[in-house]
């Protein structure tokens, strides 16, 4: 059953927004008002569903996994029905990231939720769980570490004040290492150590890197490392924090148990029983792989930082803006050829978005960074560079962006020159292929048009939008004096036909 709780509130100056974190273990939903620049919790819902238990030897989650998921889900969608889409994120982790079926779910999902719902990399987890638990915390100087052990991956996170500089998720969590060492719920000596040796093998790829960098404190957020506190409190072994004597005396009195039914530690929940050895484990692993003493628990985690994260984008500081800008200077863009480009392309979105249906603000969002980064391939080659600059989109680690935001910015990077490739545009979503074929369309002309890299600036120029025909209106006598121009927009004409749209020119 969730748990829930309410918080009343009557102020009028404020605008309610809500994330949802479909976890590999438990889905979380909260709902918060903005008031003044502060969020303040109206509802907080919580369920085990443990996605990642339900992913099969194929990696495929199971219908029984999928039904858990969604049945949760519909719960979830009656709170935030009379919220706006833009008021509302939907983010998948480790087992969706996983699931080789996850589209399958994802589209069911969204139809349940009314709006998108996003897969998330590991790494930009780790900067959403940073950013839940650093408006959580006093904003002090100095480094810290933030840690957050899932269902099926754990994240670290070294920065300061509200800034990540070291960002990593690792293959491990209390669900998957439940499956690969507790399957039948048996609790051993041997077992045990087996899940602390797997999670410290595991650390290795970080463990220099991160000693190196150092912290001046640690913290702990979501179920896991929750419990664990709270069991080292009701059984008077900690104060607050967790140590790692606290956690070496927590493992002992683990291991006196038969099974995870027998588990008898005040504070633990019966649904947390389960994979709890496997969640004891992997801190223990971690406490020794990091040499850590004393880690303090945050309230802050994922969707925390998914409101934050909406804030900022609701007042124009979204971080993809900055990952957008950081990429062009990195690959040495021509920032002033993009920007033409980009006004061209967005000058016929805002004539044609009523009639193509892409009214949506990330349509505009979209064919915005499409613009910018559709170059960046050129570091690598300039044959083929419209490919290397997909691929970079696709494969990059880009904050703030999810994997399918990846995919479809590297789509209309992909397809902004020569022949139109139709069969990317096949891998995306069935509700999407159409709008993103149009944006691509739009980009391709801007790209075209801006071919001389002339300072000189282009005419006004009339786009129309009709099904899949598009018009384009000249001031009378330009393409006459611009033959070149002319030739490129009959030679885009025939491209256009491989996927049934017209371009028309006058």
């Known amino acids: 059953m969730p748990q829930q709780e309410i918080a009343g509130d009557n102020n009028q100056d404020s605008t309610l927004l809500a994330a949802i974190d479909l976890g590999s273990n438990s889905f979380h939903m909260m709902v918060a008002r903005l008031a003044h620049g502060e969020l303040k919790p109206i509802d907080v819902l919580s369920e085990k569903v443990q996605l990642a238990a339900g992913l099969d030897k194929n990696k495929k989650l199971t219908e029984a996994a999928q039904e858990r998921g969604l049945e949760c889900l519909s719960r979830f969608a009656q ?58 915390l006093a904003d002090d100087l100095g ?23 070291e960002l990593e998720s690792l293959h491990m969590g209390c669900v998957s290492y439940t499956k690969r060492f507790f399957p039948d719920g048996v609790i051993t000596a041997q077992r045990f150590q087996q899940a602390k040796t797997a999670a410290m093998q595991e650390l290795l790829s970080i463990r220099a890197r991160y000693r190196d960098l150092g912290w001046s404190s640690c913290v702990g957020s979501s179920g896991t490392i929750k419990a664990i506190r709270n069991a080292l409190v009701s059984s008077g072994l900690s104060d607050d924090a967790i140590t790692a004597q606290g956690l070496y005396h927590l493992q002992q009195k ?16 019966p649904e947390r029983r389960m994979v709890l050895p496997a969640g004891i484990a992997i801190l223990s692993g971690i406490f020794e792989s990091l040499n850590i003493d004393k880690l303090h628990y945050s309230t ?39 920007q033409r480009i980009e006004n061209t392309a967005l000058l016929g979105w805002a004539q044609v978005k009523d009639d193509w249906g892409l009214e949506r603000p990330v349509f505009h969002d979209m064919l915005s960074w499409a613009s910018r980064t559709h170059t960046i391939g050129l570091t690598i080659s300039h044959s083929q560079f419209h490919k290397h600059s997909a691929y970079l989109l696709h494969n ?22 020569r022949k139109f490739p139709k069969d990317e545009f096949k891998k995306l979503q069935k509700h999407l292929q159409e709008p993103y074929k149009r944006l691509c369309i739009l980009l391709r002309i801007a790209v075209l048009l801006n071919r001389s ?17 598009l018009h384009l209106r000249f001031p009378e006598g330009w393409l006459q004096h611009n033959p070149l121009t002319a030739a490129d927009l009959q030679q885009e004409a025939d491209y256009l036909k491989v996927i049934d749209y017209s371009l028309e020119v006058e």
Request: aromatic share 6%; no cysteine.
């Open 79 to 136: 709170r935030i029905v009379s919220l706006p889409r833009s008021a509302v994120r939907i983010v998948g982790t480790n087992a969706l990231r996983e699931a080789k079926n996850s589209a399958e779910f994802m589209e069911q999902a969204e139809k349940i939720l009314g709006t998108d719902l996003e897969v998330i990399a590991g790494r930009e987890e780790a900067r959403l769980i940073y950013l839940g638990v650093s408006h959580t």
């Open 143 to 165: 480094k810290r570490l933030v840690i957050d052990i899932g269902g099926g991956s754990t994240e670290f996170v070294i920065g300061e004040r509200f800034e990540p500089q």
């Open 254 to 269: 683990l291991l006196t148990f038969e099974t995870v039914d027998d588990i008898d530690l005040e504070s633990i929940k």
């Open 300 to 338: 802050g985690a994922l969707r925390e930082g998914l409101l934050y994260d909406t804030i900022g984008r609701l007042a124009h500081e979204d971080v993809r803006e900055r990952t957008i800008n950081a990429l062009a200077e990195r690959y040495h863009v021509d920032t002033e050829l993009t």
């Open 396 to 417: 990059s680690d880009l904050p703030g962006f999810t994997n399918r935001d990846q995919q479809l910015v590297a789509t209309l990077a992909r397809g902004h020159r």
């Open 453 to 469: 890299e002339s300072n000189l600036r282009l005419p006004a120029i009339i786009f129309r939008a009709d099904g899949k025909k």
